[in-house]
């Protein structure tokens, strides 16, 4: 099994690509099945999760061949099967997207129920009650999600839940609706720019969707949709990663192709604690060069301060000169980082949601053991800055969500490497 050995110290100088987003890659892969005709996707990030969505949509009937670096070709060859199975579910959450895909063009999709995972229990009660909404029949059997629908017909549908909206809950809802009888309005929807790049996506294909980016979606459903060409936005949790390693190591980085438009709750927290963080040419620029202040951060649903970046932030502030509080509004749970970055030498307190930081002057090198994908990431960052080794367990984590973070990184200075956990 990969870990990543890193030794700290270097400042990070120069210039990172940025990758299309897997957040928006994926429901967008999932809305190609109900495509007549074939689909081109551009900037699709060469990530496991992305391998995961295309497995599964070859196993449900469609060709993806991937024709240049970044580009996928796409095609439904057919429609008989209809089954998410619990392998495929349990290994990507993100695979329920096929969910509503499913449902709208082959009247019924069968997706195992997801699990809990490292993060917390994330439930997918809001995209059933949308699915219910819009007329579909659901039962549980089995483990998995059944349902059934001769045609959906539009509703006006809720999805604001104990926690706010719901990323990919809107996105299945949405992709249910777009092939149903009449109108739909998704009231409390997710605002995210993933929600936005779908939208944009399913409309060039023949949907009528309006209203996206704002919480009240209106969608005309339409008989069918045709495939079409799409790039795939920029990666924003990337992108703040990157921002988070310029600011950590104090160095100097330019985030090529980076949406400063789509980071500014980010681009207003590091501005606040000392960062420089400018919109360039193509991109962001982002450089630090002094110790920098502690703040109060509290994640949100977009446009607030992505629960995506919290990790990352908390290495950050690790290294601040003072407190900082941290509140995790999305995720409760997403505190698994927490005692690894203790034994690097942070000063961190967890109180239910919250964790206090207690800035330090210095983080130690030290082997610790990667969680979940975004955890992964901020042990990577104090690993860039601490002092001595760190060898960053599970390198799978990563490697779901951040393409080639190792090379990105060591182009620009970073001394870490990829090895076999086993040497
Ligand atoms: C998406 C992102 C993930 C990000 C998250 C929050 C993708 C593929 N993944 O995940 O990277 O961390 O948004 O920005 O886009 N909830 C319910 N009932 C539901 C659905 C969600 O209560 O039916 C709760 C969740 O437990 C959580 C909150 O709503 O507390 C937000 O979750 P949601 O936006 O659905 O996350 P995902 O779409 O799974």
Do not use: W
Request: proline share 4%; hydrophobic share 40%.
């Amino acid at each position: 099994m990969d870990c990543f050995e890193i030794n700290g110290g270097p400042r990070l100088r120069g210039t990172v690509n940025i990758s299309g987003s897997k957040n928006a890659a994926l429901p967008i892969l999932a809305a190609t099945i109900l495509c007549e005709g074939e689909t081109v996707l551009h900037r699709v990030p060469d990530l496991a999760d992305v391998r995961q969505m295309t497995h599964l949509l070859e196993k449900l009937g469609l060709s993806v061949e991937r024709t240049g670096p970044g580009t996928l070709r796409i095609r439904v060859e057919d429609e008989m099967n209809c089954h998410a199975e619990y392998k495929e579910v349990s290994k990507m959450r993100a695979s329920v997207c096929v969910m509503g895909p499913l449902l709208a063009k082959r009247k019924q999709a069968q997706v195992a129920m997801p699990g809990g995972c490292s993060i917390g229990d994330r439930p997918v009660d809001l995209h059933i009650q949308g699915m219910t909404a819009l007329g579909a029949d659901f039962e549980l059997t089995n483990g998995d999600m059944l349902l059934k629908a001769k045609k959906l017909k539009g509703a006006e549908i809720f999805l604001g839940g104990a926690f706010g909206s719901t990323v990919t809950g809107t996105a299945n809802v949405m992709m249910a609706a777009v092939l149903a009888d009449g109108r739909t309005i998704i009231e409390s929807a997710a605002c995210e720019p993933e929600i936005v790049d779908l939208s944009e996506f399913l409309n060039k294909c023949g949907a009528n969707i309006k209203g996206y980016g704002t919480p009240r979606i209106t969608i005309e459903g339409t008989g069918s949709l045709t495939g079409c060409e799409h790039t795939i936005l920029p990666d924003r949790i990337e992108a703040g990663t990157f921002a988070i390693a310029a600011a950590i190591t104090n160095g100097d980085l330019s985030l090529k192709c980076a949406r400063l438009e789509h980071m500014l709750a980010v681009v207003d927290r590091l501005r606040k604690i000392g960062v420089i963080i400018e919109r360039a040419e193509d991109g962001v620029a982002v450089s630090s060069a002094r110790r920098l202040e502690p703040i109060d951060i509290t994640t949100q649903p977009y446009p607030g301060f992505p629960t995506d970046l919290q990790a990352q932030v908390m290495a950050l502030l690790c290294l601040a000169d003072g407190n900082s509080v941290l509140c995790e509004k999305v995720f409760p749970d997403r505190f698994l980082h927490v005692a690894e970055l203790n034994r690097m030498g942070a000063r961190l307190r967890k109180e239910g949601p919250t964790v206090i930081v207690q800035g330090v002057k210095r983080l130690v090198g030290a082997p610790v053991m990667a969680s979940d994908l975004r955890a992964s990431a901020g042990l990577v960052l104090a690993g860039l800055v601490a002092r001595g080794r760190t060898v960053v367990r599970r390198a799978y984590h990563i490697d779901r969500g951040y393409e080639r973070i190792e090379e990105k990184l060591s182009a620009v200075g970073a001394d870490v490497r990829r090895v076999d956990e086993e040497l």
